[in-house]
């Protein structure tokens, strides 16, 4: 694992896992590893088991078989997928953010600035919007110095605006801080263009590597129609090409890395 | 000059609802009213269990709220009876065994009203030592879980995923108000316990920004209906019980009256 000097420091690894709730076989021998660094996407249709796979990664489901590896004391900075918090809790923005961790409180309004959310301080939780709460609870996982970003399609009710600055935010993040980040999505196209590594799982892994490979590889246009494919391949050219107009080709590899 | 008998009521009466009222709050954000209900109906089982085997009855109640609690808990874990169904069994099978090993004491002369309904204005200075005694052990271990348990309250599978132990918190949560329910049976009765962890609560949940303010206002609330409650059943010659909890609700009333007002200036 350790021996290629490009790979990054690995934070979770997930070899071999199956996971059978009742009959149902929702996860089978997938294998996949999170390093420093370093953005990983899972993408895959309604039902693949992106999320089982997540939850299974930060350990809050069992897995049936094989093992999930945590880097000792790994601390997990955890956005789930519910956008709401129940009205009858009274809570505001920097109450929330306060208790996230021991000496969180001191640090609120520095991370609010942080994720584009000064002004929303005082706001009662529950009046946020969608892109606002997620800004809220990733202020709230920096909060804990997290070494690994877990986002459980982070975009739900966002609208392309604010999907774009999002990740432009999490880009940045990783570079700054040096996190890793776990992704689910199966909005596919803007997921491609921020990642370092895609994982096509649909209760396999059907295909995995650099964003560009995935979107030309034929499981990843079985699983998700050739439209989709193309048009993947499409938006991928368009943003790594911006500047080539005499038609020379940038291997991917390089215009893609930025993290060097 | 004011007589004992309403000092010491308003003394238990005091410390029950100030206890009640944090751990009420996490009743209603968790809604788990049903739960303390069950609580509630099947201490009587409890006071039986104490008259039949001759302990404090208090005592009795805590033992049967902790063994209620401790089989809600392993019950979770099964998914073909509803845990609303289960409460349901638990809470009226616990009366009704209650009420029928009641009748079975033919030598005591039992007051099923006083269990029932509550009579605090006959609280003695050893109900008031349970009252404050397992008043400060509740409050402590609140203080205690109250991080862990709000941020399971705001969402279980975040705090889980962070590393909350869920299952300890959650029992150490029950368990408390297994106690609660022992400790306020003589202010208001097994049947309107519940009404001191919940009604305070609520009273106060539109003027309040954060959970911890909730928490005091709630106690504040608590306090206010006892007093209020307790005057009133002087002046109308009224129940005890059941004029507290009147008192209450119209702090409730109230309370939702100014969260309105509010909510429509803001």
């Not at chain 1, 992106?50 to 955890?78: A, C, H, N, T």
Request: hydrophobic fraction near 50%; charged fraction near 15%; proline fraction near 4%.
């Amino acid at each position: 694992m350790a021996t290629d000097p490009d790979t990054p420091e690995p934070l979770v690894r997930a070899d071999g896992v199956d996971l059978r709730i009742g009959r149902t076989q929702i996860l089978s021998h997938v294998d996949m590893t999170v390093g420093r660094g370093e953005i990983v996407t899972l993408v895959g249709p309604n039902g693949a088991g992106k999320s089982s796979l997540v939850r299974v990664i930060l350990g809050l489901l069992k897995p049936s078989g094989g093992e999930v590896w945590r880097q000792p004391g790994l601390r997990v900075g955890y956005l789930p997928q519910t956008l709401s918090i129940d009205p009858v809790l009274p809570i505001t923005v920097r109450r929330l953010l306060a208790l996230a961790g021991p000496g969180a409180a001191d640090k609120t309004q520095a991370v609010l600035a942080e994720v584009g959310a000064e002004e929303l301080a005082d706001r009662p939780l529950q009046e946020l919007s969608g892109g606002e709460f997620q800004r809220v609870m990733l202020g709230r996982a920096l909060l804990r110095n997290p070494d690994l970003l877990v986002l459980d399609e982070p975009l739900r009710g966002i609208d392309l605006g604010g999907q774009l600055a999002l990740y432009d935010l999490i880009g940045r993040l990783r570079r700054s801080r040096g996190i890793g980040v776990l992704m689910v999505s199966h909005d596919l196209h803007i997921v491609m263009a921020a990642t370092d590594r895609v994982i096509c799982l649909n209760q396999h892994v059907c295909c995995s590597g650099a964003p560009e490979a995935v979107s030309r590889s034929p499981e990843y246009a079985a699983l998700f129609g050739p439209a989709a494919a193309r048009r993947l391949a499409v938006y991928a050219h368009q943003h790594d090409h911006a500047h080539d107009l005499h038609g020379h080709v940038v291997e991917n590899s390089k215009a893609a890395g930025g993290r060097a | 000059m004011i007589d004992d008998f309403l000092v010491r009521a308003l003394v238990a009466g005091v410390g029950v609802a100030v206890v009640a009222a944090p751990l009420g709050c996490f009743v209603v954000w968790r809604r788990m009213a049903y739960f303390g209900a069950t609580l509630a109906h099947s201490a009587l089982l409890g006071v039986a269990l104490g008259l039949v085997l001759g302990f404090d009855l208090t005592l009795g109640v805590a033992v049967s709220s902790v063994a209620v609690t401790l089989i809600v808990v392993l019950f979770q874990r099964q998914r073909l009876i509803g845990s609303d169904t289960l409460l349901g069994i638990l809470a009226h099978s616990g009366l009704a065994i209650g009420l029928v090993t009641l009748s079975f004491l033919h030598g005591v002369r039992v007051d099923l009203m006083a269990y029932l309904f509550g009579d605090v204005l006959a609280v003695t200075m050893g109900d008031i030592a349970w009252i404050y005694g397992g008043g400060a052990l509740v409050l402590a271990t609140l203080a205690v879980i109250w991080r862990p348990l709000l941020a399971l309250t705001i969402h279980e599978e975040l705090a889980r995923a962070e590393g909350v132990p869920a299952l300890r918190v959650q029992i150490a949560f029950m368990l408390t108000l297994a106690v609660t329910v022992a400790i306020a049976m003589k202010v208001v009765g097994v049947l309107l316990i519940i009404s001191l962890l919940i009604i305070p609560a609520a009273a106060v949940r539109g003027v309040s920004r954060t959970p911890e303010q909730m928490a005091i206002l709630a106690a504040a609330a608590g306090g206010l209906s006892v007093i209020a409650g307790l005057f009133a059943s002087l002046r109308w010659d009224t129940p005890s019980g059941p004029s507290i909890v009147v008192a209450a609700t119209v702090l409730f009333t109230l309370g939702l009256a100014v969260g309105a007002v509010r909510q429509a200036r803001a």
